[in-house]
Structure formats: structure tokens, C-alpha cells
């Protein structure tokens, strides 16, 4: 499985793997994904395979411009164009209603699509040389933490690809934004980098939670984004506190937060940023880098609560809940 960062030879050999059915690893700016030729069932089904992905957890299809939406979606609202005008590239990804040329195994069996235009410039060569859509998930296994690295996708799937377009670590480092747009009202399904001030200043009205009837969308699950070591959530007043705990039970014990706690020399500290943006950038690194140390837990500072930490949250409070 050749993995490398020469542009020109290895736009090649990912186009031609995509054109035969293989799947492809790529960086975007939020997480790599491990791609398909969208419009193969049998490539797609490959991505289910390779990561253990439950066969009704719909897929996010990568394009490389909204000119390209017409070809995925139907009775695209107003909103649509507005918000693919405004965060196009970008981690921003949007449910809309599907046509007839998307297949069922991208969509979970779902009457809706999910459509984003990456803001990473391998991702966008690799698209415009492609021609067509790529369905791509987090090249991970199913419910683990997301790779930011090739280094993290090489570790973890092997050779279940066909190629790794190596382009360095990703700028925002975790999952995209999704807005369903296919009902009456927009709703957020999943928190990211766009936030939904950012959103409703685009759309001039407010959007909704999820309720009853909102499309299945990757990221959704309880427990999700989750190292195999336990991840704990503490208040940063709780973390000395915590720590011994732990380690009077003999764990071995590592911790995260944004200021340095009064902690026993048996702990591994290390800081986080102080601002949001930062610690997206860095959590899973840091995740994967504590899992292969074989600690038995790993202690997180919660964040603050905010509407800028919501993306943040979410994906700490989904990998703890694997615990």
C-alpha cells in the first residue's frame, strides 16, 4: 500500500485507484478520509468493511465545488446555495434531499444525502482530477478516534487501502459541521468549526437541535471518537483529586488540561490550548499519542461550557462515554 507525497505521481495512482474500486486515503482540513468512488456501490461497500462501519451509518460525499450539488441533491432550498457560497471549502457539511444517482449503501437507506466541498488543497486536486463525488468517512475503525495524520491512518488500517495521500497534519482536526436542510427548518445534527451563530448569520433565522424524524449522520452515536483507553471528564477543580484516586487503585494515570494541576510525579501531564480551535486541533493527536502508552485512564479537564466549546464537548463527552 504505497503511501506518499510526491503531487503528481501520486494524484495518478489515487485517480486511478478511485476510477478501479479501491479506496483511498486523503487529509481534508478536519480529519483524513478514507475514500470511494461514490457512485460504486461495490467500492463503498469496501469502506464499510475496512472500518467495521454498521451498514445504516450514512456517508458524507465529497465534491469538489457546489456547481456539483444539482448532481447529488434535489429540491435544494435557498439556504443551500447560500451557506455553500459562504463556507465553501470548509468543514461545513449539509444534508440535503437525494437523487436517484446516489446509492442506498452511501446513504444508510436514507432519502437524503450528505454533500461538503473540502478546504484542503490535496483533497481538491484529488477531486477535480477524480471528476466525480467520493464518499468518505474518517479513515479510522468504526467509533475510534479520528486520524489527523497519515502517520495515525497507516497505524490503524493497514493495508485496507489502496494508497495514503500523505498532507501533513490537518489545519482544524475534528469532524466537519452538519446542517440538515432537508426539512422545513435547518437543524444541526452534528457541532463542528462552523458554529450556529456563524450559520444563522448566514441564514438570518435560527436553527434547530434534532428531534424525531432528523436524518441518521456520522458522529451521531452515544459513544463515539473514542481511544481504547477510558477517557474520564473532570472539572478542573477535580483533577488533583481524581488523579490520586486513581492512583491509589494503582492505575497508571495521565491527564489533559489547559493549566498545569498540582499532580503526583506517577501522573503524565500535558497541556492543552487555552482557546477552543486549539484544542480541536490537538485532541486526538493527543489521544492517539496516550492510547499506545497503555495508561489506564485518561483524565480530561472538561471544558468551558459556551457555544465556542460546543464542538470541543461533544466529542469529549462521546469519547468518555465509551468508558
Given amino acids: 500500500m504505497p503511501s506518499t507525497g510526491k503531487p503528481l505521481a501520486a494524484m495518478q495512482w489515487a485517480v486511478k485507484a478511485l476510477r478501479d474500486g479501491g479506496l483511498v486515503a486523503f487529509p481534508t482540513e478536519t480529519v483524513y478520509g478514507l475514500g470511494a468512488d461514490a457512485e460504486n456501490p461495490s467500492a463503498v461497500a469496501r ?30 432550498p435557498p439556504a443551500a446555495w447560500r451557506l455553500a457560497g459562504r463556507y465553501w471549502p470548509g468543514p461545513l457539511t449539509l444534508i440535503l434531499r437525494r437523487t436517484c444517482r446516489v446509492p442506498d449503501i452511501v446513504t444508510g437507506g436514507q432519502d437524503t444525502v450528505g454533500l461538503r466541498v473540502p478546504d484542503h488543497p490535496l483533497a481538491l486536486v484529488l477531486l477535480e482530477a477524480f471528476g466525480g463525488g467520493i464518499a468518505a468517512p474518517s479513515a479510522n475503525r468504526f467509533g475510534r478516534v479520528s486520524p489527523t495524520t497519515a502517520a495515525h491512518v497507516r497505524e490503524e488500517l493497514g493495508d ?48 434547530v437541535r434534532p428531534g424525531n ?70 485532541l486526538y493527536a493527543r489521544l492517539r499519542a496516550l492510547d499506545v502508552q497503555c495508561f489506564d485512564c485518561i483524565l480530561v479537564e ?21 468508558r
Fill in 302 to 322: 472538561a471544558p468551558p461550557a459556551g457555544v465556542d466549546w460546543q464542538a470541543v464537548c461533544d466529542r469529549l463527552e462521546r469519547a468518555a462515554s465509551a
Fill in 47 to 76: 469502506i464499510f468493511a475496512a472500518k467495521d462501519r454498521p451498514a445504516d451509518h450514512p456517508l458524507i460525499v465529497h465534491i469538489a465545488s457546489s456547481e456539483q450539488i444539482t448532481h447529488w441533491a434535489k429540491d435544494i
Fill in 213 to 282: 424524524g432528523a436524518p441518521r449522520a456520522p458522529g451521531m452515536l452515544r459513544s463515539h471518537y473514542a481511544p481504547k483507553t477510558p477517557v474520564c471528564l473532570v472539572p478542573a477543580m477535580n483533577l488533583e483529586a481524581e488523579a490520586h484516586r486513581h492512583l491509589a487503585q494503582g492505575w497508571r494515570v495521565a491527564v489533559l488540561s489547559r493549566a498545569a494541576p498540582l499532580l503526583p510525579e506517577a501522573c503524565l501531564w500535558q497541556g492543552m490550548p487555552i482557546h477552543p480551535a486549539g484544542w480541536a486541533h490537538e
Fill in 160 to 207: 485496507a487501502m489502496d494508497l495514503i495521500l500523505d498532507g501533513g497534519p490537518c489545519r482544524v482536526g475534528i469532524e466537519s459541521t452538519i446542517l440538515d436542510l432537508s426539512g422545513q427548518q435547518p437543524r444541526l445534527l452534528r457541532p463542528g468549526a462552523i458554529t450556529p451563530a456563524e450559520i444563522e448569520a448566514v441564514l438570518e433565522q435560527p436553527i
